[in-house]
Nanobody, 123 residues
Framework: QVQLVESGGGLVQAGGSLRLSCAAS????????MGWFRQAPGKEREFVAG????????YYAASVKGRFTISRNNTKNTAILQMNSLKPEDTAVYYC????????????????WGQGTQVTVSS
């Protein structure tokens, strides 16, 4: 099992940047595919970005491609989401998630979730 804790959320003006971190417990972090998802008020949770267990492959939703970068450090058991050029529509609670197996955008395939961190982008 793995436990996930997100941090780094906050309030930022449009055009600004935030760096979200996801700290994982356990000794097998490098066995997990990691994903970031978000949920805005009144909307369904949606995929944002994903990264393979090795970090060699990354995946992005069309709405964030070119602005967000996902990375991981398997020696520090950490996954990072660097968010640049933020827009008001990026406002949401951001969750990191982990799964054993190859990448998928399907939320139901991720067995482990963090508690979420709020990101608010003002216009």
């Amino acid at each position: 099992q793995v436990q996930l804790v997100e941090s780094g959320g906050g309030l930022v003006q449009a055009g600004g940047s935030l760096r979200l971190s996801c700290a994982a417990s356990g000794r097998t972090f490098n066995s997990y595919t990691m994903g970031w998802f978000r949920q805005a008020p009144g909307k369904e949770r949606e995929f944002v970005a994903g990264i393979s267990w090795s970090g060699d492959s990354t995946y992005y939703a069309a709405s964030v491609k070119g602005r967000f970068t996902i990375s991981r450090n398997n020696t520090k058991n950490t996954a990072i989401l660097q968010m640049n050029s933020l827009k008001p529509e990026d406002t949401a609670v951001y969750y990191c998630a982990a799964r054993i197996g190859t990448f998928t955008q399907a939320m139901g395939a991720y067995a482990y979730w963090g508690q979420g961190t709020q990101v608010t982008v003002s216009s």
